[in-house]
Structure formats: structure tokens, C-alpha cells
T-cell receptor, first 117, second 110 residues
């Protein structure tokens, strides 16, 4: 149980384009989802907390206009990297916590490798 | 000083060895403790989840939490080459936002 699916797994695009990444909880409802960024050989860095039906909470230093987050349903959150540039190239990972049950751990998707040319 | 300290390794052990991975932390409010395994180019996979102090065992894995010492451990018995991965400790005061260690890279040699 507690499967989180992330799509796409790898995307390569030109500088200036926008890229949308989807995160789905397949077998549970998630009132809260999280978006992380991970650089090579480093730990995960929290970018934002996505709450179903409300605005996301961004961590300090993360541009909300660049990284648009939408959590329109209890099983889907999306991260859109707008006007992507080479410095946005990274490994983006989402996670989700089952809602309705307290103190449940986060379960992670398999990540999206984003390469901006 | 980081809130969570974890030796990055790399750590290499022969197949069948007992592996000990550790994290220390400074925030006494942490009460939820997790260990995740991350293979290269994959997302973290939850291995162990414990609340407060104590031990928890699941197959070849044992997690220990000592809140008085602010120290957590993960033991892997009879290690296998398939256990080769990066192991991340994570902890939280509310089970909501996590604070991660930097990860320990483990290689189990056949």
C-alpha cells in the first residue's frame, strides 16, 4: 500500500519552456503533498508543501512564481516549472501523506529528472 | 550545526555483514523517526517508522531510537548486495514536515 506515482520520470526540454510534473497517490487520499528537489549526492531539499484545495506553502528562497503548485484533488498535485532555465535542471521528488489518519509517514514518488538545455 | 547529522560514508561491507547506520539530532521536539532507502535515480523508499524511543524490527532491519541521547540507528542483518543504496534518516516533531540527514552511501560487496 501507500503507492505514490510521479510522471514523467525524465524530461529534456529547451530553455524557456514550461514543464509540468504530476504526483498521484494511487491507493490513498492525500490532503498534504510535498515537493522536494535533490542535487547529486545531496539530501532532499523541501521546496513547498501542497495542501488540497488551498495555496501551497513555499520554503524560504523558493520562487512561487517559478514553481507553480496545484493540488486540485485528494490524489493529485502538480508542479509546473515555468520558463525553465539550465539552473533548474535537477531531480524533483514528490511525497504524500495519507489523510484522515494522524501521524502517518510520507511516501515518495520515484522522482522526475529534469534536464534543461 | 545541522539539526540532523549523518555520516555520508561511503561505507563498504562484505555480503552477510551486519551494517550499522546512525544519525544524531539536536531538536528535542522530534518524536517521529524514519529510515528511507534510496537507490540511484529513484525516490526514497520507507523502510522503518518509529514513534518516540524504543526498538522496532522488520525482517533483517532493526531501528533503534534513544531520545535521551538524541541518537537513532538502523541495523541491517545478513546484508545483501541488493541493500547497496543510500540510506536517509528523517525525523519530525509532527509527522508532517521532515528533516533529513545527508544520507549514508552503502555498498555491500558480493
Amino acid at each position: 500500500g501507500a503507492v505514490v506515482s510521479q510522471h514523467p520520470s525524465w524530461v529534456i526540454c529547451k530553455s524557456g519552456t514550461s514543464v509540468k510534473i504530476e504526483c498521484r497517490s494511487l491507493d490513498f487520499q492525500a490532503t498534504t503533498m510535498f515537493w522536494y528537489r535533490q542535487f547529486p549526492k545531496q539530501s532532499l531539499m523541501l521546496m513547498a508543501t501542497s495542501n488540497e484545495g488551498s495555496k501551497a506553502t513555499y520554503e524560504q528562497g523558493v520562487e512561487k512564481d517559478k514553481f507553480l503548485i496545484n493540488h486540485a484533488s485528494l490524489t493529485l498535485s502538480t508542479l509546473t516549472v515555468t520558463s525553465a532555465h539550465p539552473e533548474d535542471s535537477s531531480f524533483y521528488i514528490c511525497s504524500a501523506r495519507p489523510g484522515g489518519v494522524s501521524n502517518q509517514p510520507q511516501h515518495f514518488g520515484d522522482g522526475t529528472r529534469l534536464s534543461i538545455l | 550545526q545541522k539539526e540532523v547529522e549523518q555520516d555520508p560514508g561511503p561505507l563498504s561491507v562484505p555480503e552477510g555483514a551486519i551494517v550499522s547506520l546512525n544519525c544524531t539530532y539536536s531538536n528535542s521536539a522530534f518524536q517521529y523517526f524514519m529510515w528511507y532507502r534510496q537507490y540511484s535515480r529513484k525516490g526514497p523508499e520507507l523502510l522503518m517508522y518509529t514513534y518516540s524511543s524504543g526498538n522496532k524490527e522488520d525482517g533483517r532491519f532493526t531501528a533503534q531510537v534513544d531520545k535521551s541521547s538524541k541518537y537513532i540507528s538502523l541495523f541491517i542483518r545478513d546484508s545483501q548486495p541488493s541493500d547497496s543504496a543510500t540510506y536517509l534518516c528523517a525525523m519530525s516533531a509532527t509527522a508532517r514536515q521532515l528533516t533529513f540527514g545527508s544520507g549514508t552511501q552503502l555498498t555491500v560487496l558480493p
